[in-house]
């Protein structure tokens, strides 16, 4: 839903999606990874790569909807996982799509008819096997009852276990190692009968120790960069292709904490270890002023400046700051506001394609997500994609049109600063 142009939600990693919750998920879900949720009536082929050629998979889905409109409205960002498309725009692929309510209503009683359909036909399933079973053996003359076949059975299975049960009988554990090979062990009676399954050759022979090894590293493989791509996304059956995605949680989103709440909190901070001094010290040369400053000798306020960080990038100090004030963030929406940006951008920004309208930023994606996105396809954690912030650009009409199945937006990539 559209929200006012100060407030900014953020999104954060939640549970992850299991079998259970598949049949929860649709188009109006946030989510991170797995297969796109188009709606109902839209079918989609994964997106390919135009550098490569490679597909895409899915790294976000964003359900937002505007205020005044009749429509769902869904966006979904794709990424190139190739290390040499990496930190390049045109890797990267984000698509809108529109959709009415009344198209996922009229396909939820669609499904609701066809489960019922199935759980009647499952009823019957039962009483058709027993009436065929039962018409054929009465046609051939022989019908037989199945109590009789299973006491036969457990007849033979009763007489085979007590044989076996008589032989082991007749067998003792030596006290002595077992390892010794004949001289230990287990060994059976005098005159008791031959055991059926024989171990040829000596004990010895047949018991293997595992020797420890010293585990070995490649250490080429490890100075390399990124981790090479999976057989999987290199084959040409689209089937496979299909199959590359990110393991998929869904996206909790609440509002960021304003910068003035985080600033009085800050003020009361610094008047609380002032007054503690004053109080140790007995200094009364500072006092506090009314407005959160201080004075000397009763003269004219002093308040406290805030200094440039370190390394003298205030831009970026400004966006390691928005981070840190809520650990863990992944995304930050706010349609029609300001984004964070590592430097300034470098590009002119264009109009819309299909209208020619103004675009205006919806959303960015940070660098903190890369940890939570992991392939299906590898055994253990990699990185499999690397940039500093993307920020996805949109018509700011959110033009559309009834025989559109969806369109494309502006995706901006900043590399990541070292």
Not at 13 to 29: A, G, L, M, P, R
Not at 156 to 183: I, T
Not at 295 to 319: I, L, R, V, W
Request: aromatic share 10%; glycine share 6%; hydrophobic share 30%.
């Amino acid at each position: 839903m559209e929200k006012n142009r100060e407030t900014v939600l953020l999104g954060f990693e939640d549970e992850h999606i299991s079998e259970k919750y598949k049949n929860q998920v649709n188009f109006c879900t946030n989510k991170i990874g797995g297969k796109p949720d188009y709606p109902p009536n839209i079918k989609l082929d994964p997106p390919i790569c135009g550098l490569c050629q490679l597909p895409r998979p899915l790294i976000v889905q964003i359900y937002a909807p505007l205020e005044h409109s009749v429509y769902h409205r869904t966006l979904y960002l794709f990424a190139c996982i190739n290390p040499n498309c990496w930190n390049l725009n045109e890797s990267w692929y984000c698509i809108r799509v529109h959709s009415q309510e009344t198209t996922f209503e009229s396909e939820e009683t669609i499904s609701s008819k066809s489960t019922s359909v199935v759980t009647h036909w499952c009823d019957d399933a039962d009483d058709w096997d027993d009436d065929n079973n039962t018409n054929f053996n009465e046609e051939n003359g022989n019908v037989i009852s199945n109590i009789e076949k299973v006491s036969d059975e457990d007849d033979e299975s009763c007489s085979l276990e007590d044989s076996l049960r008589s032989g082991f009988g007749n067998l003792f554990v030596d006290d002595r190692n077992a390892n010794k090979g004949a001289q230990g062990g287990a060994v059976g009676r005098l005159h008791s009968p031959s055991a059926t399954a024989e171990i040829e050759g000596n004990e010895g022979e047949v018991i293997s120790i595992d020797t420890p090894t010293f585990p070995q590293r490649d250490i080429a493989s490890l100075l390399q960069e990124a981790a090479p791509l999976p057989q999987d996304i290199c084959q040409s059956d689209s089937r496979r292709i299909s199959s590359i995605q990110f393991s998929p949680y869904f996206m909790a989103v609440w509002e960021e904490t304003p910068d003035k709440q985080l600033a009085n909190v800050s003020d009361r901070h610094v008047k609380e270890l002032l007054q503690d001094y004053q109080q140790k010290n007995d200094d009364n040369s500072y006092l506090l002023s009314p407005e959160g400053g201080v004075t000397e000798g009763g003269e004219g306020y002093e308040k406290y400046e805030k200094s440039n960080p370190a390394h003298g990038d205030k831009m970026f100090h400004q966006f390691l700051s928005k981070i840190q004030s809520n650990p863990g963030q992944i995304l930050r929406y706010s349609r029609e506001s300001s984004p964070i940006l590592l430097y300034p951008l470098q590009e002119t920004m264009k109009k819309c394609q299909y209208c020619q309208g103004d675009l205006v930023f919806e959303f960015q994606i940070l660098s903190t997500i890369i940890s939570k996105l992991k392939l299906l396809t590898d055994p253990k954690q990699i990185a499999r994609l690397e940039f500093g912030t993307v920020l996805v650009y949109t018509c700011r009409k959110s033009c559309w049109s009834s025989d559109t199945i969806f369109r494309t937006e502006t995706v901006i990539l900043q590399k990541e600063l070292y």
